[in-house]
């Protein structure tokens, strides 16, 4: 079956530190997304992309990176980390289509910044 | 601005009790409406997708409606494993992504 996989599940790091989130799909979308999900908030979008070397910026884009050079990896990359980024993050992807299509979501990777 | 908001934000059933979540919405250009549902500790999981205005989805005990300006999730005799929190989200064609409420966290007892 189809699905998509994030990894880690659980990071823990410091201040400062680089760290990249992996998100992985097998549904062959073109559209791939990463969102943040934080208490009060809701989820929020980081990035998005629509295909190969296509990347665009959320509403909370700040000090994130992402990069797209096949169909089935976007990983997220936290250039330094800050403790306001300790977050739930998740990944998700849907196919292109005149119509609006659903996103599948992963499991999620949940972030510790210390 | 866009924006999204669901109400309650946490509800209490008992097993059998039928009730509705509310999801209100402005945007610019509506594209799609979206309900998910999410288990603690898990991604959302897709359940609906409402394109206009009349149009209603059902799925077992579950049955999503929209109007110009919100949707309801109306749940009718509600089983314990349909606890979870319920996510609405629109797609906004003015800022092409989709806009999630901050959820309604449903709790069944028996």
């Known amino acids: 079956d189809a699905e998509i996989t994030q990894s880690p599940r659980h990071k823990i790091t410091e201040t400062g530190r680089q760290v990249t989130l992996a998100c992985h799909q097998t549904w062959n979308h073109n559209n791939m997304f990463w969102y943040r999900q934080d208490l009060g908030h809701g989820l929020r979008l980081i990035h998005y992309s629509y295909g190969v070397q296509d990347t665009n910026k959320g509403e909370v884009s700040d000090g994130y990176s992402v990069s797209r050079s096949n169909t089935e990896d976007l990983p997220l990359t936290l250039e330094s980390a800050a403790s306001s980024q300790t977050s739930v993050y998740f990944c998700?992807?849907?196919?292109?289509?005149?119509?609006?299509?659903?996103?599948?979501f992963g499991p999620g990777t949940r972030l510790t910044v210390l | 601005e866009d924006q999204v908001t669901q109400s309650p934000e946490a509800l209490r059933l008992q097993e059998g009790e039928s009730s509705s979540l509310n999801c209100s919405y402005t945007v610019s250009g509506l594209r799609g409406l979206f309900w998910y549902r999410q288990d603690p500790g898990k991604g959302p999981e897709f359940l609906f997708t409402?394109?206009?205005a009349g149009e209603e989805k059902e799925k077992e005990r579950l049955k999503a409606t929209l109007t110009k300006k919100e949707s309801f999730l109306h749940i009718t005799a509600p089983k314990p494993e349909d606890s979870a929190t319920y996510l609405c989200?629109?797609?906004?064609?003015?800022?092409?992504?989709?806009?999630f409420g901050a959820g309604t966290r449903l709790a069944v007892h028996p």
């Open positions: 409402l394109y206009s």
């Open positions: 998700a992807s849907s196919e292109w289509g005149l119509a609006v299509n659903e996103q599948f």
């Open positions: 989200a629109v797609f906004s064609g003015g800022y092409n992504k989709l806009i």
